[in-house]
């Protein structure tokens, strides 16, 4: 059973452009959260998706957004970069609403520059 | 909001059972609370999950006690590939679907 897959990896980018990050749940799983991880803030909760729909944000800037699609693969969208955005961004999935056993994904190490 | 404590970090010798505890004042009614492992440039791994009184499995025991304020995660006999950073995760009192983990216990296994 494949695990949450997130694309790219790793990735560089420069102040000012703006990235999209990709994420696969585990087939079945209709919750996708996401999360920013930094050396000084720890884990961050972005936002929650659960069939399509957000049902929960974090408190982060507008610049931060998301989405899901019908097969619950899941974006998050970054415009106008800052160095501040550097981080390890982590995806998660869990069967139900209810169900705080999400599994992680290995997380896309953004870099700006 | 929610906020959890933890240690920062504890250390431990090798065949010693080690207690991370984490409070959580403002958990929800409905909430659980759960644990997760973490390694560096991975994500995080459940390790157990629990509503009330004692959870066990094949890794680890989790203890809430009656007032759910806090919770203990018990690790028997660690090694040293259980180093790592720990962190407990409960939902917010306020929003059930905005989880806030914890600032996480470096656990450090010494040989």
Same mark, same amino acid.
């Given at each position: 059973?494949?695990?949450?897959?997130?694309?790219?990896?790793?990735?560089?980018?420069?102040r000012?452009?703006?990235?999209?990050l990709?994420c696969s749940p585990?087939s079945?799983?209709?919750?996708?959260?996401?999360?920013?991880?930094?050396?000084?803030?720890?884990?961050?909760?972005?936002? +929650?998706?659960?069939? +399509?729909?957000?049902?929960?944000?974090?408190?982060?800037?507008?610049?931060?957004?998301?989405?899901q699609f019908?097969?619950?693969?899941?974006?998050?969208?970054?415009?106008?970069?800052?160095?501040?955005?550097?981080?390890?961004?982590?995806?998660?999935?869990s069967t139900? +609403?209810?169900n705080y056993?999400?599994t992680?994904g290995?997380g896309?190490r953004?870099?700006?520059? | 909001l929610?906020?959890?404590?933890?240690?920062?970090?504890? *250390? #431990?010798?090798?065949?010693?059972? /080690?207690?991370?505890?984490?409070?959580?004042? $403002?958990?929800?009614? $409905?909430d659980y609370?759960?644990?997760y492992?973490?390694f560096?440039?991975?994500g @995080?791994?459940?390790?157990?999950?629990? &509503?009330k009184?004692? /959870?066990?499995n094949?890794?680890?025991s989790?203890f809430?006690?009656?007032d759910?304020k806090?919770s203990t995660? #018990?690790l028997?006999? /660690?090694?040293? #590939? *259980?180093?790592a950073v &720990? &962190?407990?995760?409960v939902? *917010?009192? *306020? $929003?059930?679907?905005k989880? &806030?983990?914890g600032?996480?216990t470096k656990?450090?296994?010494? @040989?």
């Amino acid at each position: 059973k494949a695990g949450v897959t997130q694309t790219p990896r790793y990735l560089i980018k420069t102040r000012g452009q703006q990235v999209t990050l990709s994420c696969s749940p585990i087939s079945g799983h209709r919750s996708v959260s996401w999360y920013q991880q930094t050396p000084g803030q720890g884990l961050q909760f972005l936002f +929650e998706y659960f069939s +399509e729909t957000q049902r929960n944000k974090g408190n982060f800037p507008g610049r931060f957004s998301g989405r899901q699609f019908s097969n619950s693969r899941s974006e998050m969208n970054v415009s106008t970069l800052e160095l501040g955005d550097s981080a390890l961004y982590l995806c998660a999935s869990s069967t139900s +609403e209810w169900n705080y056993g999400y599994t992680f994904g290995s997380g896309t190490r953004l870099t700006v520059v | 909001l929610a906020k959890t404590t933890q240690p920062i970090s504890m *250390d #431990s010798y090798e065949g010693q059972e /080690v207690n991370i505890t984490c409070s959580h004042n $403002n958990i929800a009614t $409905n909430d659980y609370i759960t644990w997760y492992q973490q390694f560096p440039s991975q994500g @995080p791994r459940f390790i157990i999950q629990g &509503y009330k009184t004692k /959870v066990t499995n094949e890794v680890a025991s989790l203890f809430i006690p009656a007032d759910r304020k806090s919770s203990t995660l #018990s690790l028997p006999r /660690v090694s040293l #590939s *259980d180093t790592a950073v &720990y &962190y407990c995760l409960v939902g *917010d009192g *306020d $929003n059930f679907n905005k989880f &806030y983990f914890g600032s996480g216990t470096k656990l450090n296994v010494k @040989p």
